[in-house]
């Protein structure tokens, strides 16, 4: 069965630093989407992305934040200069092209974990 | 704006019990709901889905899901709980926006 898969599933970095977090959806899907999950607290919203755009944003999603689908099949979220509370887990999504319904049913990733140090 | 409450972070139920996980939620137009699994290190499953016509859904491992709109519910059951059926359970909703609002979660833990 088709999946997104997303790497690293863990990744610790220095605050300051930059990361990327990478993930392959589903070959047929062209809406993407991040998600983040603090611990403890709910799963939250980030941003989706169609047609190489972002499509819409949440509060979270400042100028330290940003996408890109940079060749066929990866879907990247970069964060520039990580802060401590940017710790959580990242999942990424994506969606069929289609019917309202279809943009709806999202498939999600195994996340990553990311640990700011 | 929508958002969406589970009642009870930590459900614990004995196998073979009935499992029911409350989801309320709020929207401003008529919503598509979602329950998703997720079990240990592993991504968000869909268990099911309701948009629209039945309001009694079935998804998967024998779940079902009623959408009530008078009480803006769409609880989570499953007439007989498998030790398999530890995880967490996240309710969720669209406004067809393409995101979702998912509520806290809900951990289930089954005891033999």
């Known amino acids: 069965e088709p999946e997104v898969t997303q790497t690293p599933s863990h990744q610790v970095t220095q605050m300051g630093q930059e990361v990327i977090l990478r993930c392959v959806p589903i070959s047929n899907h062209l809406y993407f989407y991040w998600y983040r999950q603090i611990l403890g607290q709910k799963v939250e919203f980030l941003v989706s992305?169609?047609?190489?755009?972002?499509?819409?944003k949440s509060e979270i999603f400042d100028d330290q934040f940003s996408v890109e689908r940079p060749d066929g099949s990866n879907f990247t979220l970069k964060i520039r200069s990580t802060k401590l509370e940017d710790s959580a887990m990242y999942f990424c999504a994506s969606s069929e092209l289609g019917s309202k319904l279809a943009k709806n049913i999202q498939y999600f990733g195994a996340g990553t974990r990311l640990s700011v140090l | 704006a929508q958002s969406v409450t589970q009642l009870g972070s930590h459900v614990s139920v004995s196998e073979g019990a009935l499992v029911l996980l409350r989801c309320n939620y709020s929207?401003?137009?008529?919503?598509?709901l979602f329950w998703y699994v997720q079990y240990p290190n592993q991504g968000l499953q869909l268990l099911l889905k309701?948009?629209?016509?039945?309001?009694l859904v079935k998804g998967i491992n024998g779940f079902e899901a009623e959408f009530k709109k008078s009480e803006t519910s769409f609880h989570l059951t499953k007439p007989s709980a498998h030790m398999s059926d530890a995880a967490e359970y996240f309710c969720a909703v669209s406004d067809w926006a393409q995101k979702l609002v998912f509520g806290q979660g809900t951990r289930l833990t089954i005891n033999p």
């Open positions: 992305f169609y047609n190489n755009e972002i499509s819409e």
């Open positions: 309701y948009t629209t016509g039945a309001t």
């Open positions: 929207s401003s137009v008529p919503p598509y």
